[in-house]
């Protein structure tokens, strides 16, 4: 169906690689996630502040910028501090360590809600009856609301995953050999960008219906023994 010029290995190395960024930066968006979501719910106000300006600085700047400012914007900032600190020094930052870092910063956000709102749906008297028990925070937490706050939580982070997966693409542009970068070279090189582009959506979502498909399937593992779940 595709004529791929040989091109194919090369894209199959770009698709393993976007999956690579795509997990690594969920597992940090997941993190930021727990993290923010207890900012925002804690009796804290510093945290509070923090984890609210986190959120809306994130939502309110385009990802594209976000990721320029993490790639170029960061490592300038620390030479320039090193400069004035008596040091000369060069900073570069890896492709995919500034990808990971970029895109599960700006995910974390979306999670952080996710989060909260899982947190929330949990009944306020099971709480009660831990500390009625004499569990400890951590143990109540660890026990009984992390385990509730996931099961709440899987089918908004199955949306922040599949969003997430298709914002990889924007890591193309700081050069990383990702799926988009690899198909832009064939593209170029055959002069076929229609054939190229296509092969590459029908990827993101052949990525997309084995996502829906997996976290079906955790949702369903999740709910096991729930009254009224299937």
Known sequence: MFDLKGYGGMLLDGLWLTVAVGLSSMLLAVLLGLLGSWGKLSRNRLANFIADTYTTVV???????????????????????????????????????????????????????????????????????????????????????????????LPGLGNVW????????????????????KTKIAANATHQPFTFYLLASIIFLGLTVVSMLLQHRAEKWANRGIAGKP
């Open 59 to 153: 939502r309110g700047i385009p990802e594209l910028i976000l990721l320029l400012l993490v790639y170029f914007g960061v490592p300038t900032l620390l030479q320039d501090i090193a400069k004035r600190l008596g040091h000369d020094i060069r900073i570069d930052l890896d492709p995919f360590l500034a990808g990971t870092l970029a895109i599960g910063f700006i995910y974390g956000a979306f999670s952080t809600e996710v989060f909260r709102g899982a947190f929330i749906s949990i009944p306020s008297g099971q709480l009660e009856a831990a500390r009625a028990m004499g569990m400890s925070r951590i143990l109540t937490f660890r026990r009984i609301l992390l385990p509730q706050a996931m099961r709440f939580a």
């Open 162 to 181: 599949m969003v997430l997966l298709k914002a990889t693409a924007l890591i193309s542009i700081i050069q990383l050999d990702e799926l988009m970068r």
